[in-house]
């Protein structure tokens, strides 16, 4: 069983409007959480980390929240451009496993004009 | 910088052929990693590094081997290619110089007919 679950799978927005995606995660011990954006035929690219101590973290218009003892993280797009039609990764490192993370399976986000 | 850079970018197999994907980076990286990455999963560790001349088994390693021979290189090899390698492989590296930060390549495009 997948150790990150995100959802939705996707969603369709309108430009401007703002969204939030969901990650929910059993890896323990929890050493920290990024949330990361893949664009179509790229790799993906780091917005925000954010470790047990941390429960807010922002990157421009992209705001992550972490509640550690629930296992839970957003992400949330404000004022949504055209740019960010991507994938959103969340990330999960347990704290007994540098260098090994749990990746969920995304969710693709369309924004559309 | 380049970063981390993967070639080849796209590459068609015929089943039964071997092939090398290679992985190059340049911050001087000790973690290096090969992903793979199916329609509706989170990307899967194939085989790891965590420094110069070693290597170790991921999740998915069956079918792949892969080689560290210089810190900045990571080179992935199909021995005998199946259709069920037909995916996106990327390759990622950090360390603790990085934070947390792991940086992927553009991704390689196989396909196994």
């Known amino acids: 069983k997948n150790q990150v679950e995100q959802s939705p799978q996707s969603l369709i927005i309108l430009e401007g409007k703002n969204c939030t995606l969901q990650?929910?995660?059993?890896?323990?011990?929890?050493?920290?959480l990024r949330w990361y954006k893949q664009d179509t035929g790229r790799g993906p690219v780091s917005l925000t980390i954010?470790?047990?101590?941390?429960n807010t973290k922002s990157n421009g218009r992209y705001t992550a929240t972490l509640d550690a003892d629930t296992k839970q993280s957003s992400l949330h797009i404000t004022a949504s451009q055209l740019s960010d039609s991507a994938s959103y990764i969340c990330?999960?490192?347990?704290?007994?496993?540098?260098?090994?993370?749990?990746f969920g399976a995304g969710t693709q986000v369309v924004v559309t004009p | 910088n380049a970063g981390v850079t993967q070639t080849p970018k796209f590459r068609v197999l015929k089943t039964g052929q071997s092939m090398t994907l290679l992985c190059a980076q340049d911050?001087?990286?000790?973690?290096m990693y090969w992903y793979r990455q199916d329609p509706g999963m989170g990307l899967r560790l194939i085989h790891y590094s965590v420094g110069e001349g070693t290597t170790a088994k991921g999740e998915v390693p069956d079918g792949y081997n892969v080689s560290r021979l210089k810190k900045q290189n990571f080179l992935l090899g199909l021995e005998s290619a199946a259709p069920s390698q037909t995916s996106v492989y990327f390759c990622a590296s950090n360390d603790q110089s990085s934070g947390n930060t792991i940086y992927f390549g553009e991704g390689s495009w196989l396909t196994v007919v």
């Open positions: 990330v999960v490192s347990g704290a007994d496993s540098w260098g090994k993370f749990q």
């Open positions: 954010m470790t047990f101590s941390e």
């Open positions: 990650c929910n995660y059993t890896v323990s011990p929890f050493s920290n």
């Open positions: 911050m001087n990286h000790e973690y």
